[in-house]
């Protein structure tokens, strides 16, 4: 019996500081409600106008969530990035990029993702350019661990002989990222010049022809 109490006691005993969090379901939800209210926030106003308060009453959470989860205000802002960049991230390392026509949905996915928060790169491009706001240290981690994750696949590319073999690597990620990046920094911009959104579809045909430029680009020459 004596066992039996003490197997319960430490079942449901929380430690000082952390909540019990019986329902992995809700622990999840809470989290995931945290991280997309801290995305709203820091993408509408500045980080230091930005309250932890301000994000749990958006999540509909007790504020105590953020430091359980995260921390503090920061490892939230952190995560929050991680998140939203994992996807493209993760390309690196799975199948997509296993032949150069993956570049096609490569753009596509950057897109989709980038569309649907549309301030996010303008705030990469405030940290990175302009010093401003924390995590410059962090997203610089983040790309760098991208950049030797996608020099290892053109590496790959290479020896299957998809690409040419004086491809440099760092010219590819950076012609990359201009052609995703600045279709969104711009949108605003070029919708006013072409007079009509650019819509899904008219991303997806962006996707393709640039997706299409970079399989060109790349293809080894061929002697004849």
């Given at each position: 019996m004596s066992v039996l109490i003490t197997l319960s006691a430490k079942l449901f005993s929380t430690k000082p500081g952390k909540p019990?969090?019986?329902?992995?379901?809700?622990?999840?939800?809470?989290?995931?409600r945290l991280v997309k209210a801290a995305l709203d926030c820091f993408l509408a106003d500045d980080y230091h106008r930005v309250t932890t308060r301000l994000i749990a009453e958006k999540a509909s959470a007790n504020i105590s969530m953020?430091?359980?989860?995260?921390?503090?205000?920061?490892?939230?802002?952190?995560?929050?990035?991680?998140?939203?960049?994992?996807?493209?991230?993760?390309v690196l390392d799975g199948p997509m990029l296993a032949s150069v026509t993956g570049f096609t949905d490569f753009l596509?996915?950057?897109?989709?993702?980038?569309?649907?928060?549309?301030?996010?790169?303008?705030?990469?491009?405030?940290?990175?350019?302009?010093?401003?706001?924390?995590?410059?240290?962090?997203?610089?981690?983040?790309?760098?661990?991208g950049r030797a994750r996608g020099a290892s696949r053109v590496s790959d590319l290479k020896s299957q002989g998809q690409i040419a073999s004086g491809i440099d690597p760092d010219i590819?990620?950076?012609?990359?990222?201009?052609?995703?990046?600045?279709?969104?920094?711009?949108?605003?911009?070029?919708?006013?010049?072409?007079?009509?959104?650019?819509?899904?579809t008219f991303l997806e045909k962006l996707a393709d022809f640039n997706g299409h430029l970079f399989s060109a680009g790349l293809k080894p020459v061929t002697s004849k």
């Open positions: 019990f969090m019986g329902n992995l379901d809700t622990t999840a939800t809470v989290r995931g953020i430091r359980y989860y995260f921390g503090n205000k920061e490892g939230l802002y952190e995560e929050m990035i991680r998140e939203t960049l994992k996807p493209m991230l993760d596509r996915l950057y897109y989709d993702t980038m569309t649907a928060q549309p301030e996010f790169p303008r705030l990469i491009l405030k940290v990175l350019a302009l010093n401003h706001g924390p995590g410059r240290h962090f997203i610089q981690q983040l790309l760098e661990r590819l990620r950076l012609a990359f990222v201009s052609l995703a990046m600045t279709p969104i920094l711009l949108k605003d911009i070029f919708e006013e010049q072409v007079g009509h959104p650019m819509d899904t």
